[in-house]
């Protein structure tokens, strides 16, 4: 069930960065500080709020949001789908995932204000058996499908997880 439009909403855009080594694709999360206003200490993908006077669109953001965050030059990623959308609740935020795929692993430069730790994971691990679960939250105002990924020592849950369920179908049912 989507997440309705909490009033308020913000735009913001993440990407979805994509690499194959080894015979797997592999996807680059992020894990977020402590200190961070929302969101603290759980694994995002690289994104932010749209701002007007930078960005001329999602895409933008979420180029210039991996950029700022792990150091990812724009001209290094080639953008191949942009998702659905999603809101948050809890923030307030419309996300945009778009898609981008690197030639390689990348040289990463995270910036220690917003990212204490950069992690990649492959595809076959995030749907390896006993990796995904689905929990039914009953929040303040509507029912919620909470999905979650199991890594080591790390647990993916909230918007990226709905994200990386999303995409994930996507890949595997080609839809």
Known sequence: MPVPLA??????AVLVPLFEED?????????RPETMPSHQ???????????????????????????EEVGLEPDAVEVVAR??????LASRFVITPFVGMLVGRPLLHPDPREVVAVLDVSLSELMADGVYREERWDTWK????????ELTGETVWGATARILTGFLAHVVTGR
């Open 142 to 149: 509507t029912d919620l499908d909470v999905h979650f990924y």
């Open 41 to 67: 200490g759980e694994i995002a993908f690289p994104g932010g709020k749209f701002d007007p006077d930078l960005d001329d669109d999602l895409e933008a953001t979420a180029l210039r949001e991996a950029r």
């Open 7 to 12: 009033s308020g909403s913000r735009a913001a």
């Open 83 to 88: 998702l659905e959308g999603m809101a948050t």
């Open 23 to 31: 015979g797997e694709t592999r996807v680059i999360l992020t894990k």
